[in-house]
């Protein structure tokens, strides 16, 4: 039996994002006896990180920061110095869709996972564990440790596979109690005590039996597969719901029907204007792109229609809007309630939102936002059509509706559902309008109220029996 590596306590994160920087906070407050350093290229990410407004919003995120920063969690932009001093090393940078060459709006764009598998070699002066948080497309461990290996220093890396399925808004509850934690692994003897070393450190608070070990091809595809198929999911019950909305049928008791088959279940069942979110989009493409590149079409296709589903529903959603509308909406001023992907985040990646508002303003809408985090992002996202007035970003949802002929929830925040639609609907122009993207709202009590409802897969209800999808 050779010597296996000492890897010292020192962990290290490279990657500040909405992965590294929750992960890693919950791993220190967990560990306190390891210290733990999250480095990014970002410097602006990296003084967030050091100060009491963090980069992004994440319930209970700010409570653990402040138990463990400075304590055994750091934040740093020396990423050469955080190789030299840690022997275990995650790697949580992004790995965007390609926009250039082959595989373009395909393939995963992994020139910042090569640079970063570069730099650990670079200034590495130990051995080390190198740990995949990031999504990846399967087989690229291999990559990985080819290059970790292309230069004869005497120092051994060990690639895990260990993916991250934390989902926004419930980033730190998901980290506290995972379903599963996967650790994939080769199996050879130091990549088995490099991979029992990373078992012992999520044993801390993982019950044994949830801490999965896995070959590493299988660890990767399983985090791909995972997405692919909670995002079927949701394209599965959105093409229900534009059946639903064609024969008067009501896509929230089909999916309790559905759901209520154990074999099914209820969760992730919730029709909406699409799926948002940096994954799910990015990672089926992938997926789709591997398939291609083993000549599995069919197979490919079959993916690949998860996503187009997920287009169509947005489209079909702008195009129910301007059907009830009289089919116009140039000068109509639009109120979108939410510009998240989802709710309790800041996040704005991917969000529908961002297609709906696009589609109205090429309709010549005025469109008015609202949410209670995301602002700040739209204020990027959108800062050609706000600086053309085709687009105002307001704070307070009752300001935001005033004088609106319709609003569109976006984003199912709890808020919504407590406002007072009387005095909202007092404050908007006649024939109102409600488009519920989320079916969030009480649609019965606004059709009292006035409001001419349009629920997502269910029968609308108009008081004028206005257009009906
Ligand atoms: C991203 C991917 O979206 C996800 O698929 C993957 O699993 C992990 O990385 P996320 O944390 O949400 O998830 O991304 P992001 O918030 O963009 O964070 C990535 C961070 O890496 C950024 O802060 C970026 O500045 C940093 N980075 C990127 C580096 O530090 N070095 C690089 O070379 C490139
Ligand atoms: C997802 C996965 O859930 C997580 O495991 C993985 O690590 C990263 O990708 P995330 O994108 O953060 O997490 O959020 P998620 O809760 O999965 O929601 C994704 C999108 O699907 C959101 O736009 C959400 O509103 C939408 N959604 C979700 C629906 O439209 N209907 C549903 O029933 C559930």
Redesign the pocket.
Known sequence: MGKLPDYNKNILCIGAGYVGGPTMAVLADKCPDYRVTVVDINAEKIAAWNSDELPIYEPGLTDVVKRTRGRNLFFSTDIAGGIKSCDIIFVSVNTPTKTYGEGAGMAADLQFWEKTAREILTYAESDKIVIEKSTLPVRTAQAMERILHSRDNGLSFEVLSNP???????AIRDLENPDRVLIGSRDTERARHARDILVDIYARWVPRERIITLGIWSSELSKLA??AF??Q??SS??AISALCEKTEADVTEVARAIGLDSRIGP??????I???????KKDILNLVYIYRMYGLEECADYWEAVVKINEYQKRRFLLNMLKAMFNTLAGKRICLFGFA??AH?SDIRE??AITIARGLVAERAQVVITDPQALKNAKWELAEEISRNEVTLVYDPYEAANGCDAIALMT?WPLYRELDYREIYQSMRKPAFIFDGRNLLDHRELKEIGFQVYPLGKPPLTTDGGFKP
Do not use: D, H
């Open positions: 991250e399925f934390l989902a926004e808004g419930s995972s997405n909670l995002a999911r949701i019950i959105n969760k992730f069942l919730n029709a909406s699409g799926f948002g979110g940096s994954c799910f992907f989802k985040t969000s529908p199912e």
